[in-house]
């Protein structure tokens, strides 16, 4: 079993930035993908950005890229999301996801689910 923990969201004006971390423990992650996905009131939940855990490879939502960066330590099982210039539309709860998959970009594709983080950028 994998447990997720998120952490790191909060309130920030447009332009601001934010990290977001995710701890993992249980089952090894070696062969796994790690992913950040969102979700605004009302709306379904969409991928922000994915990463391999072992080579590192990564891959970006359009709305995100440019302004976010994933990234993970694999000493402390973390995977991080820097989000910098937010922008109102980036309001949503936030949330960790671990995949069998080697890089994973929907949710059907994932198994295990943080608890999820608020961020709500103001204007």
């Known amino acids: 079993q994998v447990q997720l923990v998120e952490s790191g969201g909060g309130l920030v004006q447009a332009g601001g930035s934010l990290r977001l971390s995710c701890a993992a423990s249980g089952r090894s992650f070696s062969s796994r993908a790690m992913g950040w996905f969102r979700q605004a009131p009302g709306k379904e939940r969409e991928f922000v950005a994915t990463?391999?855990?072992?080579?590192?490879?990564?891959y970006y939502a359009d709305s995100v890229k440019g302004r976010f960066t994933i990234s993970r330590d694999i000493a402390k099982n973390t995977v991080y999301l820097q989000m910098n210039s937010l922008k109102p539309g980036d309001t949503a709860v936030y949330y960790c996801a671990g995949s069998a998959y080697m890089i994973a970009t929907t949710t059907n594709k994932y198994n295990y689910w943080g608890q999820g983080t608020q961020v709500t950028v103001s204007s």
């Open positions: 990463i391999n855990w072992s080579g590192g490879s990564t």
